[in-house]
């Protein structure tokens, strides 16, 4: 089985990038960039990207569409350099991440590219491409392993079975030769979000209190003074300490508070594809302390209590910093640890 780049599914995406800038205007250098690439004239969309590039040297639009040309060009070594830079200066960006490792992939340098698409899914873990990047990357490399087993083994028909089964699932889906730009980029999401879509968030509400049991009728004055008594009976959970809990880790995060920050997370918590806790937090410090500025902010939050001491939190996350700005919707789950409320998971989702 060769490995086709174009298989791939090479991202061209110029607008958003998984940011949400507004759209460039009519003589933008970037768009008329784009339209050149798309009509094939690669050359003079390098000169337009350059030329927008001599002003803008570190916006990630514009050396993300010079990755593509350079690709499209066959300059694969200059085009692994322009996307590696983009990954060490805009981590939380999963497309630069693939499409290096598609340009690994077409090298036959497979373990490199599956570590690059799983530093794509780490970053965004709903990123459907590359998952079946990644798919594509195990297949090949399966492929390899069980043509090296057929050589020291002719009379394997378990490895023959299998080996067949992988070309066949690739007979008849080999792509056009030429990448595709794609149309519509993927939904913007804060760094290193779990992206899971959540169930539908339920209204606020408070933890449903039991029925009172059955009791024998009572006299007119005696009912009445039950009622107020009723009225007293403690309510479940308080959404508002909750929500509290929320708000101070949204403010760490503002102002590069690392500590503040991890401290809002359960022992518990349920780290993005199960790694290392001790890595993920390492992950975490980087990402915060590295902008200048940061800016966080929860809108139309929603909690819901599964119990008296678990509860789900909906809202819509804006993030913003000095290189990156994102939207997206997220959900906290939220467990008590001792008289603390604590992350225990965070999903996001559209």
């Known amino acids: 089985m060769t490995f086709n780049p174009a298989a791939a599914r090479l991202v061209a995406i110029l607008i958003c990038l998984g940011l949400t800038p507004p759209a460039l205007a009519q003589g933008d250098d970037l768009q008329e960039a784009q339209q050149l690439l798309k009509q094939g004239q690669t050359e ?76 794509a899914i780490r970053t965004h873990p709903s990123y459907a491409t590359a998952h079946e990047n990644l798919g594509d990357i195990y297949a090949k490399m399966a492929s390899q392993a069980y043509d090296k087993a057929l050589q020291l083994d002719k009379g394997n028909r378990g490895a023959q079975t299998k080996l067949n089964l992988i070309k066949d699932l690739f007979t008849g889906t080999t792509p056009p030769n030429k990448v595709a730009l794609a149309q519509t980029a993927p939904k913007a999401t804060p760094p290193a979000a779990r992206m899971i879509a959540p169930a539908p968030a339920a209204p606020l509400a408070a933890a449903p209190t039991a029925a009172p049991k059955p009791t024998a009728p009572a006299e007119p004055a005696k009912e009445a003074a039950k009622v107020p008594a009723k009225a007293a009976t403690p309510a479940g959970p308080s959404p508002e300490v909750v929500l509290k809990v929320v708000d101070g880790w949204a403010t760490a995060w503002t102002n590069n508070d690392v500590d503040g920050y991890l401290a809002r997370y359960a022992p518990s918590f349920k780290t993005p594809d199960g790694e290392p806790r001790k890595a993920w937090e390492s992950e975490r410090r980087a990402r915060i302390a590295k902008p200048r500025k940061i800016e966080v902010r929860v809108e139309s939050p929603k909690v819901t209590f599964n119990d008296a001491n678990r509860a789900t939190v909906t809202f819509r996350q804006y993030y913003r910093s000095n290189t990156f700005k994102a939207t997206a919707s997220k959900t906290l789950v939220m467990v008590k640890s001792g008289n603390q409320w604590l992350i225990q998971e965070e999903l996001v989702g559209g």
Request: aromatic share 10%.
């Open 44 to 119: 003079r969309a390098m000169e337009r990207v350059d030329q927008y590039l001599k002003t803008k040297p570190k916006d990630a639009r514009g050396r993300f569409l010079r990755g593509i040309l350079l690709t499209e060009q066959n300059k694969p070594t200059e085009a692994i350099r322009t996307f590696t830079e983009l990954t060490q200066d805009y981590p939380e960006l999963p497309e630069p991440y693939n499409n290096l490792a598609v340009l690994y992939a077409s090298q036959g340098q497979y373990d490199k590219a599956r570590n690059a698409l799983e530093m």
